[in-house]
């Protein structure tokens, strides 16, 4: 397995053993599903590359409260554009303890999104959102194709626009991965990606 950037943090930068144990884990998990599922279907044609070369940040908020996990993100935010992109291209932090309702989720994507605005970093950065309950409107739940956004954990994705702009400019038909992506996950069916192992090894709480 190619190694990520791996940590487990909080605001207050102090956690115990357990913790960091947990962190382990589900950084262990989150890096095995983006590379047998976004990269192994290619769900993401462009996360191979950033991948290969450890630009990939990936980090476990131990947030007990919104407040808390919402100053996390602004500081990932503000580290994330602070790095070159070739030392840090994008981050993933994945959420150990709040938002495991997924519209309470999706309810916290509108925070996201003000802190993006907050930072000055609209239309440098993005957030990509996955959940592990992921649902796209107008499905039924348990649809393949919402397995697409299915993450082990709570997650969120921060992307640059640029590095973004400059993969869309390399694939020719960048428009037609949604469409091919839903092709993938029917023709793999909900058996298929169960043997991909791509789930949590840990409860939720």
Excluded at 3 to 14: G, H, R
Excluded at 26 to 50: H, S, Y
Aim: hydrophobic share 40%; glycine share 4%.
């Amino acid at each position: 397995m190619t190694s990520s950037d791996l940590e487990a943090s909080n605001n207050s930068n102090s956690s115990n053993s357990s913790d960091q144990e947990v962190a382990r884990i589900m950084v262990q998990d989150t890096l095995r599903w983006l590379e047998r599922a976004v990269i192994g279907l290619n769900l993401c044609p462009f996360a191979k590359a950033v991948y290969v070369k450890d630009q990939v940040h990936c980090v476990v908020s131990t947030a007990a409260d919104l407040e808390a996990l919402r100053d996390h993100l602004l500081n990932e935010l503000k580290d994330l554009a602070a790095h070159s992109p070739e030392k840090r291209d994008t981050t993933i932090l994945v959420i150990q303890h709040l938002l495991q309702d997924f519209y309470d989720y999706n309810d916290f994507l509108n925070v996201a999104d003000d802190c993006l605005l907050a930072l000055g970093l609209e239309g440098e950065i993005q957030i990509a959102s996955f959940h592990p309950a992921y649902q796209f409107a107008g499905t039924d739940e348990n649809d393949i194709t919402n397995f697409t956004n299915r993450s082990p954990y709570p997650t969120l994705h921060l992307l640059r626009e640029a590095s973004i702009d400059r993969a869309v400019a390399a694939f020719p038909e960048a428009e037609a991965i949604f469409e091919a992506n839903m092709s993938t996950l029917l023709t793999l069916g909900l058996e298929g990606w169960q043997a991909l192992q791509v789930g949590p090894t840990l409860a939720s709480k």
